[in-house]
């Protein structure tokens, strides 16, 4: 049977452009989840490792690589587990799948594991400039944050940090691990889980 992985950051997105490609015959999964989390941690893909496991699923699309992972390093394990389960991976965008007759296509191997690198090195030299472009804001007064003093709602903070609260509730990850997982700081992993426990 074939399938097709879709991932989106938030809620607000809409994952219509990666549905572009979809076939009838595909059973679809859906994740809205940062592409942060490891493969394995999100539920949608959870269940998609489940019926590939069974034998379920054989072929699995996605429209581009970093749909199944932003951390070079989880993304790779992540393609290596679908070669070993024998499942063939087709990304839409690059027009090659992992497997061809059964065995590791070595030219999808090499142009994944280039892209996977420059794409955690965008996103780190990106994040690097959105601080610096924060820090010169501040230095000149134009800063556009959230005003000081004011206060998110219940409702806003659990929205905004929606992966934060999954981790909490799973209870199986350190407040450190889970800002790692989730980019943000351990602060806002403790912020989240004080609305919680408030909340109930």
């Not at 610096?132 to 659990?158: D, F």
């Not at 407040?175 to 403790?190: F, G, M, P, Q, R």
Request: aromatic content about 4%.
């Amino acid at each position: 049977m074939k399938a097709r992985y879709v991932r989106v950051s938030s809620l607000k997105q809409n994952e219509e452009r990666q549905l572009v490609r979809q076939h009838p015959d595909e059973k679809l999964y859906v994740d809205k989840i940062s592409g942060a989390v490891p493969f394995e941690d999100r539920p949608q893909a959870k269940e998609l490792l489940t019926a590939i496991q069974k034998g379920e699923i054989t072929y699995l699309s996605v429209s581009s690589i970093d749909r199944l992972g932003r951390s070079t390093l989880n993304l790779l394990q992540t393609i290596k587990t679908f070669t070993e389960l024998g499942v063939a991976l087709k990304v839409d965008n690059l027009g090659l799948e992992s497997l061809i007759s059964g065995k590791e296509n070595p030219t999808f191997k090499l142009i994944v594991s280039v892209l996977a690198n420059i794409s955690e090195m965008e996103r780190t030299t990106l994040r690097e400039r959105q601080l610096e472009g924060i820090q010169l804001a501040k230095l000149r007064g134009t800063y556009k944050g959230r005003a000081k003093g004011s206060r998110e709602s219940r409702e806003e903070i659990l929205k905004k940090y929606h992966n934060v609260v999954y981790h909490i509730q799973r209870q199986n990850n350190s407040y450190k691990e889970i800002a790692k997982l989730c980019d943000c700081s351990k602060n806002t992993v403790i912020k989240v889980k004080k609305v919680l426990v408030d909340s109930e």
